[in-house]
């Protein structure tokens, strides 16, 4: 079978694609472009993560033992581990790359494999090109994990320590220690579970876990920090209220929240906040990247602060390449990916949760009232998303239709942009827009929009649904 790595790496259905096989012959592909592309200043190391889904384990150890077959020194990890550990010991390493199995917030009978660079960030759309390119060209070559960890090729090692003292570093810890905050962490069945408590551990902070168990069908949800997965913790806020509860997705990469109470925060208002936060509370300096779909009031904090703002393609691995070419503050994007400056070129979403807390232990006042603060000077942004099942094989012509026949005005203000770098968007000139991506992983169509009101925002995303009718008909 053709296997084809899509937004952020591979993924498929377990037992259906997903086999050890076809994880054996991605590894081996993997492994030759490695050894046909050697990277100065790295060595013949690889780091292999995992996270809770069925089989990952396995599959883990099943790619380490091809690396480890193709002469390569392999980290792997004893135990779940979060995605941004995985790419931190990689560039702390010095490591070729790394590999993660998980499928993220897809859904439980999905796995996947998520190929990291020597930079300790996703690879770019030409490497995955390139590794697609080597599939089947040798034979898989592999040790088994005993002999291989006897003969020292492979080393099974927790990797997260060395990333919870950088992220310690990351903020003003101390300042956080004392801060005396009660803070929930929504796991959603992750492998963050945990984190935030091993963190936190021995510091003024009361921290919360929820939904922390291990259970590789995450409590029946696709493991994503959106609002319908929220439901449990909700209940749990309003009677016992926090000052924050941030959401990991199954990997932890990538973060949601809610405030104290269970109300839910989008990921802008939370990527908002961090940009106000790190400009106005810590005075540094630098280019603000966002992906496409990600909210315009950060255009206008941008235009505020005087800062240059980069719209990239939807994957962070877009964001990562900005990031890489340096004076980056922050790279955000919708979904929930967040980088910091001073880190990894990856999302990382204990690192997020860490400056959230630093950001209220430096403001002493609540979410909800610095929301209101942002939203005083920048005017209020409603947001929605929805996700249709679209035909694959119409997609192509559906974006061609889109660009060629735009419409006039969205709601009642007149079209002043249309963007068409990644799916298609339309801006209206009152700032509102919205937009049609087909998903780079799932045989989906999502429909982005943002306006001043919710109401206006469910009349955006009618349209977009009656456009795509109109494509088809």
């Known amino acids: 079978m053709s296997i084809k790595f899509g937004t952020d790496g ?7 694609d997903f086999t050890f096989a076809n994880v054996a012959r991605v590894a081996q592909a993997t492994a030759d472009y490695w050894n046909a592309n050697p990277v100065a200043g790295t060595e013949k190391r690889v780091v292999v993560g995992y996270d809770r889904r069925f089989l990952s384990d396995g599959f883990a150890r ?5 690396f480890a077959g193709n002469d390569f020194i392999v980290t792997l990890t004893p135990e779940p581990t979060p995605t941004p550990s995985v790419s931190f010991a990689v560039k702390a390493q010095k490591a070729i790359g790394g590999v993660m199995i998980t499928a993220s ?3 439980p009978i999905f796995n996947g494999f998520k190929l990291k660079s020597h930079y300790g960030g996703s690879s770019d759309s030409e490497t995955c090109k390139a590794v697609e390119g080597w599939l089947d060209k040798n034979s898989v070559r592999s040790v088994k994990l005993a002999e291989a960890i006897k003969a020292k090729q492979i080393v099974v090692k927790d990797i997260r320590p060395d990333h919870f003292a950088a992220l310690k570093k990351l903020v003003d810890f101390k300042l956080i220690a004392k801060s005396k905050l009660r803070f929930a962490h929504e796991a959603l069945f992750g492998v963050g579970a945990g984190c935030f408590e091993q963190l936190l551990g021995g510091t003024t902070c009361k921290v919360t876990t929820l939904n922390g168990a291990h259970d590789p069908l995450f409590g029946g949800i696709n493991p994503e920090p959106v609002e319908a997965n929220y439901g449990r913790s909700q209940a749990f806020l309003k009677k016992h209220p926090h000052d924050l509860c941030l959401v990991t997705d199954g990997d932890a990469d990538r973060v949601g929240g809610m405030d104290g109470h269970g109300k839910y925060l989008t990921t802008h208002i939370l990527i908002c906040l961090l940009l106000r936060h790190l400009f106005v509370n810590r005075g540094l300096r630098g280019r603000m990247v966002k992906a496409l779909t990600t909210t315009s009031m950060l255009d206008k904090m941008c235009e505020a602060y005087g ?8 994957g962070f691995k877009y964001i990562c390449a900005e990031m890489l070419k340096g004076n980056v503050l922050l790279g955000a994007e ?3 990916g967040i980088g910091f400056a001073g880190h990894i070129p990856e999302r990382d979403g204990i690192a997020a949760g860490l400056m959230l807390l630093e950001m ?3 403001e002493r006042t609540s979410l909800s ?38 419409p006039a005005k969205l709601l009642r203000s007149s079209l002043a942009d249309v963007k068409s770098f990644d799916g298609v968007k339309f801006i209206s000139a009152d700032g509102s827009w919205l937009m049609l991506r087909g998903s780079g992983t799932e045989p989906i169509l999502r429909i982005y929009a943002e306006s001043q009101s919710d109401t206006n925002v469910r009349k955006l995303l009618r349209f977009g649904a009656e ?3 109109h494509a088809l008909i």
Not at 10 to 16: L, M
Not at 307 to 314: N, S, Y
């Open 10 to 16: 591979w993924r498929a259905i377990i037992a259906e």
């Open 62 to 66: 099943c790619a380490a033992e091809v």
């Open 105 to 107: 917030h897809n859904p």
């Open 307 to 314: 800062i240059e703002l980069v719209e990239t393609g939807v």
């Open 334 to 336: 919708e979904s929930g």
């Open 360 to 362: 209220l232990a430096v």
């Open 369 to 406: 009232r610095l929301i209101v603060h942002l939203e005083k000077q920048f005017g209020p942004h409603r947001y929605g998303r929805i996700d249709t099942h679209f035909p694959l094989e119409k997609r192509g012509a559906l974006m061609e239709f889109l660009k060629a026949n735009p």
């Open 467 to 469: 456009l795509t009718t």
